[in-house]
């Protein structure tokens, strides 16, 4: 009897996930890759030609051909161990970063900042890449405004309270 093949065994492993509830997300079905099989940042593990990859660049090749260097494999659906070919779009690490700071990666992880602001408004979300973050740094824009305006106030408010001008009383020499 012939051995499996690694598509075989592949295949065998996976089986069908809900379709992403996130906006902006596919709105296909993903594919999942078994709980103990992950690494530890959450991606599939393939057993294949004797050595471990990951799963879903492993399933992206197969379908989709090779993938170019230096390229990461963004999961649209923000499913990690997702390994549906068509969840997955090949991007430079940056903007790969950068979807994962967008809207439909907020959403589906947190959608309000401490102060409740609304960060599924991608005009609300500052994306900034400082020496000290280079895997980008999520700010809130109205907590900013919040913090200018807190700043500027005790600097104006002494304008308001100045007391009335008094002339001062001469007294003859
Ligand atoms: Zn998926
Ligand atoms: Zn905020």
New binding site residues.
Partial sequence: MARSTPAERFAAKTSP?PV?AAPG??D?????WPETSLDRDGYGRFWVDGRVVPAHRWSYEQKRGPIPAGLELD?????RR???DD??DPVDHRTNVLRSNGPSAVNARRTKCKAGHNLTDPANVHVSFPPSHPNGMRKCRACARDRARRTREPQLAPVATLPTRTTPERTAA
């Fill in positions: 996930g992403p997300t596919p296909t079905p993903c594919l999942l999961h649209l659906c923000t499913v997702c390994v549906a969840h997955l």
